[in-house]
Antibody
Framework: QVQLVQSGTEVKKPGAAVKVSCKASGYVFSTYGITWVRQAPGQGLEWMGWISAHNGNTNLAREFQGRVTMTTDKSTSTAYMELKSLRSDDTAVYYC?????????????WGQGTRVTVSS | QSVLIQPPSASETPGQRVIISCSGGNSNIGINSVNWYQRLPGTAPKLLIYRDNERPSGVSDRFSGSKSGTSASLAISGLQPEDEADYFCGAWDDSLNGPVFGTGTMITVL
């Protein structure tokens, strides 16, 4: 079945970088763009950006531009999100998601989430 | 960071109906579809409603959505203990050129 499987929990120090992976299966990887969303403790969901799995084009949320890099590897059907210059308020659960059977503004397939803790 | 405003919590007894509101603006709900998600503790969000009032395959018809102007609502009828979760609204925002989400509403089944 259609599935997104993310990499495991990360603990990082302030100023470091984290790279989260999202491995897709059950569909043709290049057909659907990958959206990245995060949820900080006690906060709502926050959109980080989107990457086309077809050509690598990205649409990044303004507040993350310059700090986030989104890439894909078609050979392994895997998307990556790297966030640099980590701060304590980057502590959150990070999700990848796709709009598989629904319009592009809704997300019906989600990864299980990757918990990232930023602490000195 | 959440652009769409929801009440933080609501509670109701089993079998009853609960309604969750989501308030936005002219750049998001006012001109684009609203989606609703359920997040059970420790799990990824699950899409309940898309395009204001459509349910993905497999989602119970106890969940229904509506929209009017710059606000939307999710109704859960016949409330069950397993409905105890966090519920988020979402909509595309033309100013942001990306999706925005609600602050989340925690539903407690008494």
């Amino acid at each position: 079945q259609v599935q997104l499987v993310q990499s495991g929990t990360e603990v990082k120090k302030p100023g470091a970088a984290v790279k989260v992976s999202c491995k897709a299966s059950g569909y043709v990887f290049s057909t659907y763009g990958i959206t990245w969303v995060r949820q900080a403790p006690g906060q709502g969901l926050e959109w980080m950006g989107w990457i086309s799995a077809h050509n690598g084009n990205t649409n990044l949320a303004r507040e993350f531009q310059g700090r986030v890099t989104m890439t894909t590897d078609k050979s392994t059907s895997t998307a990556y999100m790297e966030l640099k210059s980590l701060r304590s308020d980057d502590t959150a659960v990070y999700y990848c998601a796709i709009s598989w059977g629904v319009p592009a503004d809704a997300f019906d397939i989600w990864g299980q989430g990757t918990r990232v803790t930023v602490s000195s | 960071q959440s652009v769409l405003i929801q009440p933080p919590s609501a509670s109701e007894t089993p079998g009853q109906r609960v309604i969750i509101s989501c308030s936005g603006g002219n750049s998001n709900i006012g001109i684009n579809s609203v989606n609703w998600y359920q997040r059970l503790p420790g799990t990824a969000p699950k899409l309940l409603i898309y395009r204001d009032n459509e349910r993905p395959s497999g989602v119970s018809d106890r969940f229904s959505g509506s929209k009017s102007g710059t606000s939307a609502s999710l109704a859960i009828s016949g409330l069950q203990p397993e409905d105890e979760a966090d519920y988020f609204c979402g909509a595309w925002d033309d100013s942001l050129n990306g999706p925005v989400f609600g602050t989340g509403t925690m539903i407690t089944v008494l």
